[in-house]
């Protein structure tokens, strides 16, 4: 299995440190070995330095973006590409989905999760013994 996604110009990447934590970026430019610029026309972070080690790449790729694009470009490009409906879309989209839904729930709603998830684990027990008897 070879790499695939690389630090590139239009390629897609979710900020996993920092204020702009679980946002979606586009890779525009790559200044040196540590630093790219990026930029995230769906999610209101403006063209800003950021270090590759505060990303997490995706197997998302916004084709024909030159490396310094202008923010015009980018933003078109990006939307035609339905960027944001992709990555919701994706296991990984998903994922963040859920993570953010369950950390909103109050304490009522984390006490029906608990719930449900006694019933579930309930119904295939009685399922699992039907089976072994």
């Known amino acids: ?12 990447a979710l900020v996993s440190y920092g204020e702009h934590l679980n946002k979606l970026v586009v890779i525009v430019d790559i200044l ?4 790219i610029l990026v930029d995230s026309p769906s999610h209101g972070l403006k063209r800003k330095v950021i270090n590759v080690k505060r990303i997490a790449l995706t197997s998302i790729k916004v084709d024909d973006i030159a490396r310094g694009a202008p ?15 992709t990555f919701a879309a994706s296991g990984w ?13 109050d304490d009522f709603g984390r006490f029906k999760v608990m719930v449900a998830r006694m019933k ?4 295939i027990n009685a399922e699992l013994a039907k089976l072994k008897a």
């Open 32 to 35: 040196d070995q540590n630093r």
């Open 71 to 85: 923010v015009a470009e980018v933003k078109s490009k990006y939307t035609a590409a339905k960027v944001d409906e």
């Open 93 to 105: 989209g998903k994922k963040l989905a859920k993570r953010e839904k369950r950390a909103a729930l």
């Open 120 to 123: 579930k684990s309930k119904a």
């Open 1 to 12: 299995m070879t790499f695939t996604r690389f630090v590139e110009a239009g390629r897609v």
